[in-house]
């Protein structure tokens, strides 16, 4: 016999409100409501709800609420609720907790620590609403001498770059692990904004070849969906080595999603798990990145900046700067909070560094070794809001990815269930009938919504520190101050402490 594992949520119905339509029964795709014909009234099953509140936005008399089961162990410090549960599921199954989205433990974040600097009196601060306020951003080398023709006209010498007017891009996230729908939001929405989305490693869908100018294509270890024709579609070429949420894994898309256009995109037979394996089979050093590094550049006639994805890890200093050395044009890193559509529990609570250390150190190294300007640096991993990303550019970064705050600006309620591939939002799921729940022009519009919305408070914050340019943010720590860190927390980040 099983031991028992008490459900995390419980339903809660108000008798009073609920006029059994059975709305909240049909849009439930865990099937965590019933209806009970003998008695005309619904039914709960607590122990299929998944928290998503599909039911709870969608009940037209709001009769429902869903509340964390106030079933409990006796308290325990070292033993907790989650810990006991996840032991007897484990010794119920023998298997690997499977999780998704990023890591949830409480955790030290260190941009809740960082506060921003404005100006004063002297070196009076911008209206941005009066004044031009620049976000353009260039990625990829720029450490090229200028060279003049025999007129003394600077040549074009300039190796590709990735154009963006703000330094904000969205990140890898496969078709396959989200939705049809999922990803034309993002490759329109992208195409609105003039800035990026990526394909992650699930292929381009040929319905979407049209926003290459927009897009950046990724190679993986699976090296799924990889032809001549996809290589030259993006804006930019991906290798992804790592990702913050599984750092040293590789992935897996069941079968069971791995079917019909998600199957034919990736070039893989319909129905098979598609598995990409930790590493690359042809990397085991730096010189065999710089391989692939070349190969893609060959492959893409040297007209798309290449891009090289790591996972902050302990020693991702000393690995940026090997990308670096590769002939990589970006470095992308991705910290331990970054989110995913399936993990190991224990892999992504467990393994990674967060990306605000992992960025201070790594643009220190690179600033130390002359090479800053030979590679540009993006960063993702939980840039929840525009202050966020503020504080990564003064940190160092070029760009910064979002991912998880793009997927709930699609209507994401981060129920953390997106390994069941049932999304009831219609984002993380491949069920036609849910897939419809996200109409891409209102997913267009909300992506629009939020990013405008940010570069309009990025160009606030500058405006109020005095600088009207994202070059003049880009590594300026000046303009961050610590709080309630150690000396050595503040070393890493390379900041002061508040009142310094
Ligand atoms: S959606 Fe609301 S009103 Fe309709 S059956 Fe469910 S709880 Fe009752
Ligand atoms: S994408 Fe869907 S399944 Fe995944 S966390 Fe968001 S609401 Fe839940």
């Given amino acids: 016999m099983d031991l028992y594992v008490h459900p995390e949520f419980e339903i809660v119905r108000s008798e009073k409100k609920c006029i059994a339509c059975r709305a909240c029964e049909r849009q439930c795709a865990n099937c965590a409501h019933g209806y009970d014909a003998a008695s005309g009234s619904m039914e709960s099953y607590d122990e299929k709800c998944v928290n998503c509140h599909r039911c709870v936005t969608l009940c037209p008399t709001k009769a429902l609420k869903i509340v964390q089961t106030q079933h409990t162990f006796r308290p325990n410090a070292n033993w907790s609720n989650d810990t006991i549960r996840e032991l007897y599921l484990q010794a119920n199954t023998g298997g690997v907790l499977l999780s998704s989205m990023g890591n949830p433990r409480p955790l030290p974040n260190y941009f809740d620590r960082i506060l ?74 992208a195409t609105a904004l003039g800035i990026c989305y990526n394909t992650g490693e699930g292929g381009l869908h040929r319905d979407f070849y049209k926003y290459g100018p927009n897009t950046i294509v990724q190679v993986a270890s699976g090296r799924f969906g990889i032809h001549g024709d996809y290589l030259m579609a993006g804006a930019a070429v991906e290798i992804k080595m790592g990702q913050g949420a599984k750092p040293g894994i590789g992935g897996h898309l069941p079968g069971k999603k791995n079917i019909g256009e998600v199957a034919r995109t990736r070039m893989t037979p319909d129905g098979s798990d598609a598995i990409s394996p930790a590493p690359h089979h042809d990397i085991y050093s730096i010189e065999d990145l710089r391989q692939l590094v070349y190969s893609l550049k060959e492959a893409t006639g040297n007209t798309k900046p290449i891009i090289v994805k790591i996972a902050a890890v302990h020693n991702v200093a000393a690995i940026a700067s090997g990308v670096a050395r590769s002939g990589a044009d970006i470095i992308a890193i991705d910290g331990f909070r970054g989110g995913t559509g399936a993990a190991p529990t224990r892999i992504r609570d467990n393994v990674g560094i967060p990306i605000e250390l992992a960025l201070a150190s790594v643009d220190a190294r690179l600033r130390e070794e002359g090479i800053r300007d030979d590679i540009s640096l993006v960063v993702g991993g939980s840039i929840r809001s525009s202050t966020d990303w503020i504080k990564a550019i003064a940190l160092g970064a070029d760009a910064c990815y979002i991912a998880t705050g793009a997927l709930l600006a699609l209507g994401c309620h981060l129920c953390r269930s997106c390994h069941i591939g049932l999304c009831n939002w219609g984002i993380a799921t491949q069920r036609p009938d849910l897939v419809k729940r996200l109409n891409p022009e209102v997913g267009t519009e909300h992506l629009v919504n939020l990013v405008k919305a940010w570069q309009h408070e990025l160009k606030e914050v500058m405006g109020g520190m005095g600088i009207n340019s994202v070059e003049a943010l880009r590594g300026n720590r000046l303009m961050l101050r610590g709080v309630g860190m150690t000396q050595e927390e503040l070393d890493v980040l390379g900041i002061k402490h508040a009142g310094v």
């Fill in 116 to 189: 921003l600097n404005a100006s004063q009196v002297t070196n009076p601060s911008i209206d941005p609403l009066r004044e031009p306020m620049e976000t353009r951003t260039y990625l990829g080398k720029k450490a090229i001498p200028l060279v003049r023709d025999a007129n003394g006209r600077l040549t074009e010498n300039l190796p590709p770059q990735i154009t963006l007017t703000m330094p904000l891009m969205f990140s890898a996230m496969s078709y396959g692990s989200i939705s049809y729908n999922a990803h034309a939001s993002l490759a329109r929405a």
